[in-house]
């Protein structure tokens, strides 16, 4: 299945006529995915060899790499990573990621935008014990992976927690705030400083849906259910009719930046 990047972008209309004097308004497309790729991308570890044979396990992540949303199917089997207790001993974290130094005195801050995110997302699905580093994975919005990481299923054993920061974007309007529905582990959203309004409010909250079920796949939610944050703070055009559609989020509790400029605490219906 692809996966298309996440693009917020906000139409600009050109007036033009044609022979007849019938005034067009033509709207620019939004712009294709850059071209820049991203830092797990970059050639730092391009020529990269083992002086080692790995174990087997290297060899199955790497296998699993590109298909972190199966990793479900594998059941609640997990591993526990233990750290290498001297640099002569094998660590798995640094055979697949070779920027990864775990005796480094700067192992606990490590660059995970090195990392491409489907390892990233492999790794936390099947290893308890991972180093503080790895906890956490920033993404930008229109990164070609992130649909992909969004389709990654909850279980009882992991939970992928999303949490999206748009604030003083520019891009993000009433028109385009629906594409987030493709977020369906979006747990908090920043939207303060930007021009979503009520409207666009509406327009999330009725992206709620369900997936239709087959006789493979149950029928799943679609969107962000999950929502438990949304901070809303000098956006001029959010209005008192808002409350009404904030509490069709069913797990909302938190929004910061109502009407009235202040937190509000909101117990679910």
């Known amino acids: 299945m692809s996966h298309k990047p996440i693009v917020l ?6 007036l033009a ?15 294709a995915p ?16 083992l002086l080692y044979v790995p174990s087997l396990t290297y060899f199955c992540i790497k296998a699993l790499a590109e298909y972190p949303d199966e990793i479900h199917a594998l059941g609640p ?21 070779p920027t ?17 995110p489907r390892l990233w997302a492999v790794l936390v699905q099947i290893y308890d014990n991972l180093p503080a580093a790895f906890r956490q994975y920033t993404l930008p919005l229109s990164d070609l992976h992130l649909p992909l990481l969004q389709s990654i299923p909850s279980t009882q054993y992991f939970s992928l927690i999303t949490v999206l920061s748009l604030r003083s974007c520019r891009m993000l309007t009433d028109d385009n705030v629906v594409e987030l529905r493709h977020i369906h582990t979006l747990a ?11 409207w666009g409010i509406q327009r999330l909250a009725k992206s709620l849906a369900w997936s239709e079920a087959d006789a493979m796949h149950p029928a799943q939610r679609r969107g962000p259910w999950g929502l438990r944050i949304l901070y809303l703070e000098n956006c001029m055009n959010i209005d008192d009719n ?3 559609w904030l509490v069709k989020f069913p797990l909302l509790s938190v ?3 109502s009407p009235r400029n202040h937190m509000q605490t909101m117990a679910p219906p």
Do not use: M
């Open 100 to 116: 990864y130094r775990p005796f480094s005195r700067d192992a606990d801050s490590f660059d995970l935008s090195l990392v491409d």
């Open 77 to 97: 089997a997990r591993l526990r990573y233990e750290p290498p207790r001297s640099r002569s001993n094998f660590d798995i974290l640094a055979a697949l990621i």
């Open 9 to 14: 972008w906000r139409p600009k209309a050109t």
């Open 34 to 49: 850059s071209t820049i790729p991203p830092p797990y991308q970059s050639p730092h570890d391009s020529g990269v060899r």
């Open 242 to 244: 808002v409350l009404y």
């Open 17 to 31: 006529s044609d022979d007849a004097c019938t005034t067009i308004l033509q709207y620019k497309l939004p712009p």
């Open 255 to 257: 929004v910061g930046g």
């Open 188 to 198: 908090a959203l920043d939207a303060s400083v930007t021009g979503l309004g009520t």
